[in-house]
């Protein structure tokens, strides 16, 4: 699950800076999830304490990327690199949804 976990954050982070640097064409480096049903799984054993650490994720997830969208929907008139934020914003807050959803998968089950 960390491979997993770790490779979502990296996607995260690349289409965040993807998008920054080149806006619109930035977009693209979501691709990069085409690889993300290969990478190999563990196999479950203990479902219920696997379900409940899901779900504590998702929520962790959405919170953060509730968040995210507040804090880009507040700064959607600015600019980084000649390029509007307002103008950018699904693929900001996919790039947010990605990040917390890895760093929230990677706290949780650091321990596993």
């Known amino acids: 699950m960390k491979t997993r976990f770790s490779y979502e954050l990296i996607v ?3 289409l965040l800076v993807a998008i920054l640097l080149f806006g619109v064409k930035g977009i693209a480096a979501i691709a990069l999830l085409a690889v ?4 190999r799984k563990k196999k479950l054993e203990k ?3 696997i379900t409940l650490l899901f779900n504590k994720t998702g929520n962790y997830t959405a919170g953060l990327t509730l968040l995210a969208s507040i804090i880009i929907y507040y700064f959607s008139d600015a600019a980084i ?3 509007n934020i307002g103008d950018n914003w699904l693929g900001l807050v996919v790039s947010a ?3 917390s959803h890895g ?5 949780i089950f650091r321990n596993d």
């Open 36 to 39: 993300h049903p290969f990478l």
């Open 47 to 49: 479902t219920e304490r």
């Open 103 to 107: 760093l929230a998968g990677l706290i």
């Open 97 to 99: 949804f990605l990040i």
């Open 12 to 14: 995260g982070v690349v």
């Open 81 to 83: 690199n000649d390029i």
